[in-house]
């Protein structure tokens, strides 16, 4: 085999490669060999049949997987020679293998351009102090009590009042017959909490236990079912009782009851809960900052237009996940596909240029993804989606998706490489307030919403990156 390496562009490469008579036909061979032994043919006992007589009945799978085996292992073999890493789908340009005569293809591809790296070690970057406020811890704990309240049903007979729980039923009608998605039975609301459309509130607070009801409303232009937005209906509803909510005073067997040993234990939990998760928070900001102070001191340089489109993909993909959780599709937003794309294409340009300075530090600093690495970031993605490990493996295997997983692991290693040889200098929170940390896993959210104020969030579904260059 002998092969030429033509540069199409300073990101695009395409290799001539030429294989001599001899070494097609043995490829041949060697298919027809493996056909032989599980070919199964009337007359002849299995792996006795004669190589003629196989080459004849199979010759099509026979020459095609003689072909694609001996591209795959050549291309292989090609790139670990030249240590050229595809950032793109490889495109294959090739007839059949043809028995005593010479082969020839091409292939093409997209790699990083070469970098001039800059000084990205020892630099000064500043990290804002993960500071939790007394009045952050209070606000949990005020949760907490609130979802250890006693509900009590309310004997006498009034309208119900912001705070207080509305037992009703209720239903939406159009032109007399009941709108599908748009009723319930025996549901507890709460009032004054957002629940519910206002006008539907307003309705309930007007009624007395026991009594029915009916009002029009209008649902909203960004109502969650685009079928009803900017629709009117007549909202019909009982009230079966008021109830209110008796909310306990904090103290340890609450915080047992929220997983926690005793109330100090819990205080000291929820704080360092949050000081962690904010701690994560200005570290990855403060990352980002120093990254993007790095890369804006180097010269441009042109970026692969396959890993391009792909961001932008993943992008699109991003904001239609968004957009279904609340009800919604792309086309909701009015534009097209090419608009939308081209709205993504600057973002998805700085996401690109950083993961080649993060890939070109990595390989100046000769660093590594074990399969032990591997293993563990899949195992913890199964547990995130709940997924079984091997259908997970499975999946990413077929889709060629283990290198471009690689290339994550190696930009979060080598971005960590960065910032630990960076000098950290932790600077107060802004005054204008401190940056919100996630919320803990003490909150609860409502069991159900009333009047379809919002959607149940759906599962998210395995996204799928671009190609990467074992794929043919």
Excluded at 182 to 207: C, H, S, W, Y
Excluded at 247 to 271: L, N
Excluded at 278 to 295: D, P, V
Aim: proline share 5%; hydrophobic share 35%; net charge negative.
């Amino acid at each position: 085999m002998e092969y030429n390496v033509e540069d199409i562009s300073p990101v695009k490469r395409k290799i001539t490669v030429e294989v001599p008579a001899e070494e097609a036909t043995a490829a041949i061979v060697t298919a027809i060999a493996m056909f032989r032994m599980q070919a199964d043919v009337k007359g002849f006992r299995k792996g006795k049949v004669p190589s003629s007589v196989v080459e004849s009945k199979y010759r099509s799978q026979i020459y095609g997987e003689a072909t694609t085996d001996l591209i795959n292992y050549q291309i292989n073999e090609i790139m670990s020679g030249l240590s050229i890493q595809p950032m793109s789908r490889i495109d294959v340009d090739a007839k059949e293998l043809v028995r005593d005569e010479d082969f020839k293809y091409s292939i093409e591809f997209e790699i990083a351009p070469t970098l001039d790296l800059p000084k990205y070690k020892e630099l000064k970057v500043d990290e804002v102090k993960a500071i939790v406020g007394d009045d952050e811890v209070a606000e949990v704990e005020a949760r907490i009590l609130a979802n250890n309240a006693e509900v009590k049903v309310i004997k006498d007979v009034r309208n119900p009042e912001d705070g207080e729980v509305c037992s009703v039923s209720f239903g939406a009608y159009q032109d007399g017959k009941i709108v599908e998605g748009i009723q319930a039975e025996n549901f507890d609301l709460v009032l004054g909490t957002n629940q519910a459309l206002p006008e539907f509130e307003v309705l309930l607070k007007t009624m007395l236990t026991g009594e029915s009801g009916e009002t029009e409303i209008t649902f909203p232009e960004d109502f969650i079912n685009e079928n009803l937005a900017g629709q009117t209906v007549i909202m019909k509803a009982k009230l079966h009782a008021i109830k209110e909510r008796i909310t306990p005073k904090m103290s340890d067997s609450v915080a047992q009851k929220a997983g926690f040993k005793d109330v100090e234990t819990m205080r000291k939990g929820i704080h360092e809960s949050y000081a962690s998760q904010r701690k994560e928070m200005n570290k990855s900001a403060a990352q980002s900052q120093l990254l993007s102070t790095i890369i804006g001191g180097i010269k441009e340089f042109p970026l692969p237009p396959s890993m391009v489109e792909d961001r932008i993909d993943r992008l699109l993909q991003d904001l239609e996940y968004k957009l279904d959780r609340q009800g919604k599709g792309l086309q909701s937003l009015g534009k097209t596909p090419q608009q939308l794309r081209d709205e993504f294409k600057n973002e998805a340009e700085s996401t690109v240029r950083t993961e080649i300075f993060l890939l070109a530090v990595a390989a100046e600093e000769n660093l590594e993804i074990s399969h032990e690495e591997i293993d563990a970031t899949m195992t913890q993605m199964a547990m995130q989606t709940r997924q079984p490990l091997h259908e997970l493996k499975k999946y990413y295997e077929d889709n060629n998706l283990l290198m471009p997983l690689k290339d994550r692991l190696m930009c979060d290693k080598a971005s960590e490489l960065i910032y630990d040889a960076a000098e950290v200098k932790e600077i107060e929170p802004p005054s204008d307030g401190k940056e919100p940390a996630k919320k803990d896993a003490a909150k609860k959210t409502p069991a159900k919403k009333a009047a379809a104020k919002k959607a149940p969030a759906k599962k998210a579904t395995a996204k799928k990156p671009a190609k990467k260059a074992d794929d043919k």
